[in-house]
């Protein structure tokens, strides 16, 4: 298996604009997270889903942001306008039922100049 | 809510001597896994190790060990023969163990920078 499969892995935007961070889930996993990580606050829970149903979103830090997962193999994150405390690692991780290790994926940094 | 810290911001051994990370954390949860996770430069997160609460029995995995301290809430990383491909972040973290298996989000400490000298 390919592992967790972020996109893009590096994104550089202006203040203002809209992202779009991808995530493609090991394939069989039902459980889907996103993490965010800065020098700041280090590594924090944003988002997580189960059978493409948000389940715990109250880790978003704002309206700004926001998540979906249209099918089991699709993931996104959005933030709408992007702020430079944005600017931050995020990384998506799967898991699946009776098996409590998280797999992570390589993670997309986002910097918001 | 869960916390969980790490008191030991930088480490430096030098290679093949032994070293201890420290973590504790505070919870009412009665049922839960503790992990450590190592992040090399690459920022790839990798599973190290992890423990189930209801276990008394330590974990080990090869040269990693932990020595779990249920009543005080200690969950500390023991790695022997340290070597120079250890250098990396350490992550102490912390999750729900709902019955049926469900799973739920990671709590994680601010992290241990270990550093292997040759």
């Known amino acids: 298996d390919a592992g967790v499969i972020q996109s893009p892995r590096h994104e550089v935007t202006e203040m203002g604009q809209e992202v779009t961070l991808r995530c493609k889930p090991i394939?069989?996993?039902?459980?889907l997270f996103w993490y965010r990580q800065t020098m700041m606050r280090g590594l924090e829970l944003l988002i997580y889903?189960?059978?493409?149903?948000?389940?715990?979103d109250s880790g978003m830090p704002e309206d700004r942001f926001s998540a979906k997962m249209p099918n089991a193999s699709f993931s996104t994150l959005k933030i709408q306008p992007s702020e430079p405390r944005d600017s931050a690692v995020y990384f998506c991780a799967s898991s699946y039922p009776g098996n409590n290790e998280q797999f992570f994926g390589p993670g997309t940094r986002l910097t918001v100049l | 809510a869960q916390t969980v810290t790490q008191s030991q911001p930088e480490m430096s051994v030098q290679e093949a001597e032994t070293v201890t990370l420290s973590c504790t954390y505070d919870t009412s949860e009665s049922n839960y896994y503790l992990f450590w996770y190592k992040q090399p430069p690459s920022r790839q997160m990798i599973l190290v190790i992890r423990q189930e609460a209801y276990k008394q029995q330590n974990a080990t995995e090869n040269r990693f060990s932990v020595n779990f301290q249920k009543a005080a809430k200690s969950f500390s990383l023991k790695i022997s023969d340290s070597q120079l491909g250890d250098t990396a972040m350490y992550f102490c973290?912390?999750?729900?163990?709902?019955?049926?298996?469900?799973?739920?989000?990671?709590?994680f400490g601010k992290g241990t920078h270990l550093i292997i000298q040759p």
């Open positions: 394939s069989g996993h039902d459980y």
């Open positions: 889903f189960n059978n493409n149903v948000p389940i715990d």
């Open positions: 973290a912390f999750m729900i163990q709902y019955s049926g298996g469900g799973a739920d989000g990671l709590t």
